[in-house]
């Protein structure tokens, strides 16, 4: 079992940047894939960014490329999400998943992932 804490919210204005941690304890060693989700206010959760733990190869959607990159240091088992240019359609809840079932590709669907934190809220005024 893998516990997942988040930090690094707050609020910003648009054009400005934030790092999230997502600091992972447990049984971190059996982590296979590592993704970012958000949910806006009415939204479903989506999955925007996911690191294959194991090489660190990293994915990100259309919606956030060239403005946020994952990261991971897996000595202090962490992992960063940075966010730079931050728009107000990135206001949302973000959540760091992982999962631990082996497979070949992280898939941004929540239902693929056991290991969730508890969220940490990131709001951008115009």
């Known amino acids: 079992e893998v516990q997942l804490v988040e930090s690094g919210g707050g609020s910003v204005q648009a054009g400005g940047s934030l790092r999230l941690s997502c600091v992972a304890s447990?049984?971190?060693?059996?982590?296979?894939?590592m993704v970012w989700f958000r949910q806006r206010s009415g939204s479903d959760r989506e999955g925007f960014a996911s690191?294959?733990?194991?090489?660190?190869?990293?994915y990100h959607h259309a919606a956030v490329e060239g403005r946020f990159t994952i990261s991971q240091d897996r000595a202090k088992n962490t992992f960063y999400l940075q966010m730079n240019n931050l728009r107000p359609d990135d206001t949302a809840m973000y959540y760091c998943a992982v999962d631990d079932r082996p497979r070949d590709y992280c898939y941004l669907i929540s239902s693929h992932y056991r290991y969730w934190g508890q969220g940490t809220q990131v709001t951008v005024s115009s």
């Open positions: 447990g049984d971190t060693d059996s982590s296979v894939c």
């Open positions: 690191i294959y733990v194991a090489n660190g190869a990293t």
